[in-house]
């Protein structure tokens, strides 16, 4: 799924960072989730949205949480802390 332009994509995605940590280049990844490089790079750079299958399988990859991958906790973090101030 292409994002539309009136779409935002989540700032705190950083599929990049897991990969990265993971010492993988984007074709390695790409052939992990059994699509082509091209895919997984609008995926990465925010062209594409993942849909559900796709974010189970990187948490499974990068060892993580939905949450986590779509920088859930942190955005929670950051309310939580406002509503202190």
């Given at each position: 799924?292409?994002?539309?332009?009136?779409?935002?994509?989540?700032?705190?995605l950083k599929l990049k960072d897991f990969r990265l940590n993971l010492g993988l280049n984007q074709r390695e990844l790409a052939?992990?989730?059994?699509?082509?490089?091209?895919?997984?790079n609008r995926l990465e750079i925010g062209k594409s949205m993942l849909?559900?299958?796709?974010?189970?399988?990187?948490?499974?990859?990068?060892?993580?949480?939905?949450?986590?991958?779509?920088?859930?906790?942190s955005k929670y973090k950051k309310v939580m802390n406002n509503l202190d101030d």
């Open positions: 799924m292409r994002v539309k332009k009136n779409e935002q994509f989540p700032d705190d052939e992990m989730m059994s699509i082509s490089q091209a895919q997984y849909n559900a299958a796709q974010i189970l399988q990187l948490c499974d990859i990068f060892m993580c949480t939905p949450n986590d991958l779509l920088g859930i906790r």
